[in-house]
């Protein structure tokens, strides 16, 4: 069974230091991965997607795919309140169009 | 409009009636999903639409749900014989393509049944 697993936190931060989350799937031939932050109340917004291993940049995100230990990270430098949400972690299995996606981590950033 | 749109954005319904559910999806957007998410959780997968080929139904959790979208465009989810669990945020998204994650969630239905 494909499974995509995150902690459920939450995770709490303070205010500019670095947020640490982490995502771990199933099946190695998982192909998409996906960060989407879901405000309380709220949808859930795309913030990154990662196809290759290695790291991708985007402002103070970066996330970090390594298939081989099937785990996907999201990084959130200078970490502000307006971060706090909850995290969820998707993943395209085999050129499906079905996501699989976490229960999301609940992050909090203290001031 | 830019984003997807969905209506009602909030309902209340008493046990036993049915509901309708409308999505209109960002144009151009040939895919479209319905989750489900109740109170603290995850997103649980519906039903699936992609242009003209026979939806995914696979997530649909009984028969007193069904969906459709006409044109390939807006979608409207039914449920028939409403009961409390039904009580739950109903989302839709669009997608630009298949086997793409990116998806494009409207503000979602909040569903009461007394």
């Known amino acids: 069974q494909k499974e995509v697993e995150q902690n459920s936190g939450p995770l709490s931060v303070p205010e500019g230091a670095i947020a640490s989350l982490n995502c771990t799937y199933s099946d190695r031939g998982s192909q998409s991965f996906f960060w989407y932050r879901q405000y309380s109340g709220k949808s859930p917004e795309l913030i990154m997607s990662i196809y290759s291993n290695g790291d991708k940049e985007d402002g103070r995100f970066t996330a970090q795919l390594n298939k081989a230990s099937q785990y996907v990270s999201l990084l959130i430098r200078d970490s502000q309140p307006s971060d706090s949400a909850t995290y969820l972690c998707a993943v395209n299995f085999d050129s499906n169009y079905q996501l699989i996606w976490g229960a999301g981590t609940k992050l909090i950033i203290k001031p | 409009g830019a984003g997807v749109s969905q209506s009602p954005s909030n309902k209340v319904t008493e046990k036993g009636k049915d509901v309708e559910l409308r999505c209109d999806p960002i144009?151009?957007?040939?895919?479209l999903y319905w989750y489900r998410q109740s109170l603290g959780q995850g997103l649980e997968f519906l039903i699936y639409?992609?242009?003209?080929?026979?939806?995914?139904k696979s997530g649909l959790p009984s028969d007193r749900f069904s969906a459709e979208r006409t044109g390939g465009s807006v979608s409207t989810l039914t449920i028939q014989r409403t009961q409390q669990e039904d009580s739950a945020v109903y989302l839709c998204a669009s997608s630009l393509a298949t086997n793409t994650g990116e998806l494009f969630f409207g503000e979602g239905s909040r569903l009461t049944v007394l």
């Open positions: 144009s151009g957007h040939t895919a």
């Open positions: 639409f992609q242009g003209n080929s026979a939806p995914d």
